[in-house]
T-cell receptor
Framework: EDQVTQSPEALRLQEGESSSLNCSYT??????LFWYRQDPGKGPEFLFT???AGEEKEKERLKATLTKKESFLHITAPKPEDSATYLC?????????????FGTGTLLAVQP | ETGVTQSPTHLIKTRGQQVTLRCSSQ?????VSWYQQALGQGPQFIFQ???????GRGNFPPRFSGLQFPNYSSELNVNALELDDSALYLC???????????????FGDGTRLSIL
């Protein structure tokens, strides 16, 4: 069964304290792995797509990496405005749908 | 560029009632997917509409149904509401060429449905 597990469930950082979020996945065939950010009361906001092991994407203080079993979202020198829930999702091969399978997310709090 | 918009933002219903939620897709997008997000959980795929037809469904019963219109907007209908249907319902749109796509889905801010 296709599955996504994110850790930790919650993370509290001081402003400027770098860290990484983990997304482990089990999927029959990976068409793509997606990272989203979700603020309270809002829908998920797209951050990155990764397609194959070894691929990396960067945006401001965020960098996403992908291996055959997991993905990491590295946050460098975070600011309070980076506080949000970060969701990881996989799109498996098979079928014509764009179905995403999500993890439960990591709630990040960055304190000034 | 107009993003994905959903209405209403909040809704309160009682058990056994029926509800219709609406979604306007992002400009240039032809595919709409619906997700249910319970509190503290990740979104769960309900179904997808492409060319006005359902072309994929998650583990949701038939009382969850939908429509897509020629302008690519969509509706989610839920009959015989149950307490467990209380959740945030998210609509996501993307551009699909028919065989599935790796284009990212863009989400609206959802409809918060509460069942009393």
């Amino acid at each position: 069964e296709d599955q996504v597990t994110q850790s930790p469930e919650a993370l509290r950082l001081q402003e400027g304290e770098s860290s990484s979020l983990n997304c482990s996945y089990t999927v029959s065939g990976l068409r793509g792995l997606f990272w989203y950010r979700q603020d309270p009361g809002k829908g998920p906001e797209f951050l990155f797509t990764l397609y194959s092991a070894g691929e990396e994407k960067e945006k401001e203080r965020l960098k996403a990496t992908l291996t055959k079993k997991e993905s990491f979202l590295h946050i460098t020198a975070p600011k309070p405005e980076d506080s949000a829930t970060y969701l990881c999702a996989v799109r498996p091969y098979g079928g014509a749908t764009n179905k995403l399978i999500f993890g439960t997310g990591t709630l990040l709090a960055v304190q000034p | 560029e107009t993003g994905v918009t959903q209405s209403p933002t909040h809704l309160i219903k009682t058990r056994g009632q029926q509800v219709t939620l609406r979604c306007s897709s992002q400009s240039g997008h032809n595919t709409v997917s619906w997700y249910q997000q319970a509190l503290g959980q990740g979104p769960q795929f309900i179904f997808q509409y492409y060319r006005e037809e359902e072309n994929g469904r998650g583990n949701f019963p038939p009382r969850f149904s939908g429509l897509q219109f020629p302008n690519y907007s969509s509706e989610l209908n839920v009959n015989a509401l149950e307490l467990d249907d209380s959740a945030l319902y998210l609509c996501a749109s993307s551009r699909n060429t028919g065989g599935g796509s790796n284009q990212p889905q863009h989400f609206g801010d959802g409809t918060r449905l509460s069942i009393l």
